[in-house]
């Protein structure tokens, strides 16, 4: 079993919808964690950071961490055509190195 | 700042061939990071250094790779020889981590070298 589990879509939606895009993990000791965005022939690029749990907003962006169930968020409200590439989870433990464990990546793409 | 540079972009290369990717990180960045990337295995780190000294190369597949950080602003990952299996996107990212204590800044990732091995 990985680490850190990713549905990899892809996950096809209209123009205005509600994303939601999830990972699961199995490592308690993870408290810092991410979502990246890929666009396609690009490298990934940090799109939400959070420590621990709870919510955190950003513009259309939401993310939400459940450290009881091990289990990550990220929403994107009113989704538009520019928010179509791959959503990386990614986190890593409190100490230590900054050593990132990703998930598999879901691909989401928006169409008018 | 120009952000990760990398070279080349592309490189196509037959078996059995010595393959050299290079990444500049952003200046002032202490840790630097390798990563590989396909449609199967999706991304995988292969080792990370920090203050040019590496840390972790359990990623590492076999001994055909090897990666060296000369100094702060430079680094190589080497393929030899080269397999078919080996194609795939090869990503550097850099970040300022305060080494071991936990703390550690946002990994800003380069545009990847795309290796094609025939």
């Known amino acids: 079993q990985k680490e850190v589990e990713q549905d990899p879509g892809p996950l096809s939606v209209p123009e205005g919808a509600i994303v939601s895009l999830n990972c699961t993990y199995s490592?308690?000791?993870?408290?810092?964690f991410m979502w990246y965005r890929q666009y396609s022939r690009k490298g990934p690029e940090l799109l939400m950071y959070?420590?621990?749990?709870g919510n955190k907003e950003d513009g259309r962006f939401t993310a939400q961490v459940d450290k009881s169930s091990k289990y990550i968020s990220l929403f994107i409200r009113d989704s538009q055509p520019s928010d179509s590439a791959t959503y990386l989870c990614a986190m890593r433990l409190s100490g230590g190195y900054n050593k990132l464990i990703f998930g598999a990546g879901t691909r989401l793409a928006v169409h008018p | 700042d120009a952000g990760v540079i990398q070279s080349p972009r592309h490189e196509v290369t037959e078996m059995g061939q010595e393959v050299t990717l290079r990444c500049k990180p952003i200046?002032?960045?202490?840790?630097l990071f390798w990563y590989r990337q396909t449609m199967m295995r999706g991304l995988e780190l292969l080792i990370y250094f920090n203050n040019n000294v590496p840390i972790d190369d359990s990623g590492m597949p076999e001994d055909r790779f090897s990666a060296k950080m000369p100094n702060a602003s430079f680094s190589t990952l080497k393929i030899q020889p080269s397999e078919p299996r080996d194609s795939a996107v090869y990503f550097c990212a850099s970040s300022l981590d305060y080494g071991g204590t936990g703390a550690g800044s946002e990994q800003y990732f380069g545009p990847g070298t795309r290796l094609t091995v025939t």
């Open positions: 200046s002032g960045h202490n840790s």
């Open positions: 959070t420590y621990s749990s």
């Open positions: 490592n308690s000791a993870f408290q810092y």
